[in-house]
């Protein structure tokens, strides 16, 4: 079993959908949570970053954390066809310590 | 916030020669910096923890001779890649964090390396 799963998709919404992202996790260490977007030949671009249970909202997008299902999420509300990239999930159980991938979700917005 | 420039950003050499991928932390001093790999429609595979001062951490399955790691001052850290070969094209990604957690991990644009 992978450390982390997430659903590779892809997925594809019409504009102003609103978009959830899930990423799974089995390893009870992880502490801190990250999303980050990837546009094709770019390096990731850091979205949303929480450390506890609950929500985070910035702008469009909440991230969502439940440690006790090991479960999070990345909301996109009123989504863009500017969205569409590789979203990853991220996380690592402490600080300097390597950061553990999920496999990344593509979205496509469709206009 | 926390800025990461990593240079060149494509670079094209010949077997057999060595690449030299450089990453700097502009606005913040780091300790430690990653360095990953990634292969077309696949996630980030880390190769290697860079420390400031001292050898690079290695992942299992990394070729330490062959991925040489250097991390000389608190805001570079550099990736040499050795007699490369076909195989070693890819795109190579760096990434530091400004406080250990404090903000996530700020990542570099990456390099596309072709190795012809």
């Known amino acids: 079993q992978k450390e982390v799963e997430q659903d590779p998709g892809p997925l594809s919404v019409p504009e102003g959908a609103i978009v959830s992202l899930n990423c799974t996790y089995s390893?009870?260490?992880?502490?801190?949570f990250m999303w980050y977007r990837q546009y094709s030949r770019k390096g990731p671009e850091l979205l949303m970053y929480?450390?506890?249970?609950g929500n985070k909202e910035d702008g469009r997008f909440t991230a969502q954390v439940d440690k006790s299902s090991k479960y999070i999420s990345l909301f996109i509300r009123d989504s863009q066809p500017s969205d569409s990239a590789t979203y990853l999930c991220?996380?690592?159980?402490?600080?300097?310590?390597?950061?553990?991938f999920g496999t990344g979700t593509k979205l496509q917005v469709i206009p | 916030g926390a800025v990461v420039s990593q240079h060149p950003s494509w670079v094209i050499c010949k077997s057999g020669t060595s690449v030299k991928i450089e990453c700097r932390s502009l606005?913040?001093?780091?300790?430690?910096m990653f360095w990953y790999r990634q292969f077309p429609k696949q996630s980030l595979m880390l190769m290697a923890t860079s420390n400031e001062g001292s050898k690079a951490t290695y992942e299992q399955g990394v070729e330490k001779d062959k991925f040489l790691i250097n991390h000389a001052s608190l805001t570079l850290s550099t990736l040499t890649v050795t007699s490369a070969h076909p195989e070693d094209s890819s795109f190579y990604i760096c990434?530091?964090?400004?406080?250990?957690?404090?903000?996530?991990?700020?990542f570099g644009s990456g390099t596309r390396l072709t190795v012809v």
């Open positions: 929480t450390y506890s249970s």
């Open positions: 606005d913040f001093q780091a300790t430690t």
């Open positions: 390893n009870s260490a992880f502490q801190y």
């Open positions: 990434s530091a964090s400004s406080q250990g957690l404090g903000d996530g991990y700020t």
């Open positions: 991220a996380m690592v159980s402490g600080g300097y310590q390597k950061v553990t």
